[in-house]
C-alpha cells in the first residue's frame, strides 16, 4: 500500500476544498506513473483512515476523478485508475495550411456608435486622472470574496447557481430596498427593484420602455454624454435644457412642457454630470410640481448619492409623492469598483415586472452570485461601514485635491469645489486646450481627458471632470506637478 498520507499534501486552511486537494493529489501520482492504469485505489472508508478525513471527503474527490475520466468503477473491485488516461497533452495551435485566416472586415455593413463611445484604455497609464470613480483599493474585496466563496458550500447554492430571478436575487432586492428606505427615504419592497449591471444599463432599458422613435427627451445642457446617445440611439430628439450652478433651468422646462409635453425627463440632481452641481431644493420643488402637473415621466439618475460632503444628502425626487412619474437610477459600482457591475432601477411593481421581461432581450438575468454576496455585506453591515469610510476618504481627497489645483493650477484653471460626487468639473483657460495638455501629459506617464466626450455635440467647453477619489496624496501631487510642467 503506497504511503498516501505523505504523498498528497492537505492543507485544511488552503482555499482549496480538501476533497479537490485530495483529487489533484492523485491525479499527480498517476500522471507520475506512481499509481499505474488498472491499479484499484484504496477503498473509500481505508482511504479515509490513511488520510485522516471524512470518508464523505474521499467519495466526493473519487466522484471527481470519475467525472474528469482518472478512474472508472469496476463492479466487485470498485474504483480503479483508468486504462484509457485522459489526453492531457497541451495542443499547439500551429497554423495549419489550408485553412483560411479569419476575415478582417464584416460582410455586410452594420449599425455604428458614435465615436465618442470608444473605450478608454486607461489601464496603459501608470497615472489616471479618471471621470470620477471610486478607488478600489478600499473596497472590500476580501469580504465580499470571502461571502462569494461560502456560497458554495451552502446548501441552497444549486439554486442560486440553476434559477434567479431575472429582476435580480431578491435577497439583495430586499436588504437594498432597506439601504434606500434608510438612505434616500424610499418607501419601496423588493416588487418595486430591479438589480441591473450597473446605471448605465438602467438607464438604456428604462429608456427603452418609455421611447418610441421620434420621442423627445428633455436633457441638461451639457449632459452626461452616454445618457444622450442612449436617447438618440433609440430614435428620439433631444430638448436641451440650460444647467447652471442650480442644477437644471426648471422655468426654461416649465415654458417647453407649456407649449408641448415631451415624452420624458432625464436628470441627474444630485451631482450633475458633468458639471457636478446640486439642484438647489426650490428648483427640485418646482420641477415635482411639473412633474405632476404634466405627467412628465422622469429617470431620476442617482449614480453617486451615497457621496455628499458638505451637508446631509437631498432626498431624491422619487422619495416625494411622483404618482409613479419618476423612475430612480443608482449604482453600487462607485461605491465599491467600477468593475463590479451592479446598478437598480426602481419603479412602481409594474414598470419593475415588465422591465425585467426588457431585459431578458440582452441579458438573462445579473450576476447572482455577486448579488447575493453583497446581500451579506449589506446584511451584517459591512457594507455601510464601507461606504462610511469611503466617504470620510473621498471628503479629505476633494479638499486636498482642490488645494493643490488651486496651488499649483492657479488662474490656469477655474472650478467650483463639488458638494459631493468624486469629480471637479475644471473648466482650463483657452490658452490650454485640453487636446494638447493630454497628449502632453500622456506622454509623461499621466492619462487626463481630452474633454471630447463633454463635449458631444456641444460647442468646445475647454473643461473636463478630474476624479479625486481613486488618487491618495502622493498620486494627485505627482499628476498635478506633470500638469504644471506641460500648461
Ligand atoms: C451620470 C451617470 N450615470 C450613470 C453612469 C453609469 O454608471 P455605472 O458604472 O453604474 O454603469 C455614470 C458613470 O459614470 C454616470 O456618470
Not at 470498485?78 to 495550411?97: C, E, F, N, S, Y
Not at 431585459?359 to 446584511?379: I, P, Y
Request: glycine share 6%; with cysteine.
Amino acid at each position: 500500500m503506497l504511503p498516501f498520507r505523505t504523498l498528497i499534501a492537505i492543507s485544511k486552511n488552503s482555499g482549496t476544498p480538501v476533497y479537490l486537494q485530495i483529487a489533484n493529489g492523485l491525479v499527480n501520482l498517476i500522471r507520475e506513473g506512481i499509481i499505474k492504469p488498472g491499479t484499484a485505489l484504496p477503498g473509500s472508508r481505508e482511504m479515509a483512515k490513511l488520510l485522516e478525513v471524512h470518508r464523505q471527503t474521499v467519495v466526493a474527490a473519487y466522484e471527481e476523478l470519475f467525472a474528469q475520466d482518472w478512474v472508472e468503477t469496476v463492479p466487485r473491485k470498485g474504483v480503479m485508475v483508468a486504462q484509457h488516461l485522459p489526453d492531457i497533452k497541451a495542443r499547439t495551435l500551429k497554423k495549419t495550411p489550408g485553412i483560411p485566416a479569419y476575415a478582417m472586415n464584416a460582410g455586410f455593413s452594420f449599425h455604428k456608435m458614435p465615436a465618442a463611445v470608444s473605450p478608454i484604455r486607461m489601464g496603459e497609464y501608470r497615472l489616471l486622472i479618471n471621470d470620477g470613480f471610486p478607488d478600489s483599493r478600499i473596497a472590500p474585496v476580501e469580504l465580499l470574496m470571502r461571502e462569494y466563496k461560502s456560497l458554495f458550500n451552502k446548501p441552497s447554492m444549486k439554486q442560486v447557481l440553476m434559477y434567479g430571478s431575472t429582476a435580480g436575487s431578491p435577497n439583495l432586492r430586499a436588504e437594498l430596498g432597506r439601504f434606500l428606505s434608510d438612505t434616500r427615504g424610499l418607501n419601496i419592497n423588493v416588487g418595486n427593484i430591479m438589480m441591473t449591471h450597473g446605471a448605465q444599463m438602467a438607464i438604456f432599458i428604462a429608456a427603452r420602455m418609455i421611447l418610441q422613435p421620434g420621442s423627445t427627451v428633455l436633457v441638461g445642457e451639457s449632459n452626461y454624454f452616454m445618457a444622450n446617445i442612449i436617447f438618440q440611439q433609440l430614435g428620439a430628439k433631444l430638448i436641451r435644457v440650460p444647467v447652471d450652478e442650480n442644477g437644471l433651468d426648471v422655468d426654461e422646462i416649465a415654458r417647453i412642457c407649456k407649449k408641448k409635453k415631451p415624452d420624458l425627463l432625464y436628470v441627474i440632481p444630485h451631482h450633475h454630470h458633468p458639471t457636478t452641481v446640486t439642484m438647489s431644493s426650490e428648483r427640485r420643488m418646482k420641477l415635482l410640481q411639473l412633474i405632476r402637473e404634466y405627467k412628465l415621466p422622469a429617470i431620476e439618475d442617482d449614480y453617486d448619492f451615497d457621496f455628499h460632503y458638505n451637508s446631509s444628502p437631498v432626498l431624491p425626487l422619487a422619495s416625494a409623492d411622483h404618482g409613479g412619474l419618476v423612475v430612480y437610477i443608482g449604482s453600487l459600482t462607485k461605491s465599491l469598483s467600477t468593475s463590479i457591475r451592479i446598478g437598480y432601477l426602481v419603479g412602481t411593481a409594474d414598470f419593475i415586472q415588465e422591465a425585467a421581461m426588457f431585459r431578458r432581450m440582452v441579458d438573462t438575468r445579473g450576476d447572482n452570485l455577486m448579488e447575493e454576496a453583497l446581500a451579506v455585506l449589506f446584511k451584517n453591515g459591512d457594507m455601510v461601514r464601507h461606504l462610511k469610510k469611503s466617504v470620510k476618504l473621498y471628503h479629505e481627497r476633494r479638499d486636498l485635491f482642490c488645494n493643490l489645483m488651486e496651488k499649483e493650477l492657479g488662474e490656469l484653471v477655474s472650478f467650483r469645489k463639488p458638494a459631493g460626487g468624486m469629480a471637479v468639473w475644471a473648466r482650463f483657460h483657452k490658452r490650454n486646450p485640453l487636446p494638447a495638455i493630454a497628449a502632453k501629459a500622456a506622454a509623461k506617464g499621466l492619462y487626463i481627458s481630452d474633454g471630447a466626450s463633454y463635449n458631444y455635440q456641444t460647442d468646445s467647453q475647454n473643461a473636463l471632470r478630474m476624479g479625486f477619489a481613486s488618487l491618495n496624496e502622493k498620486e494627485m501631487e505627482e499628476a498635478f506637478s506633470i500638469l504644471r510642467s506641460v500648461m
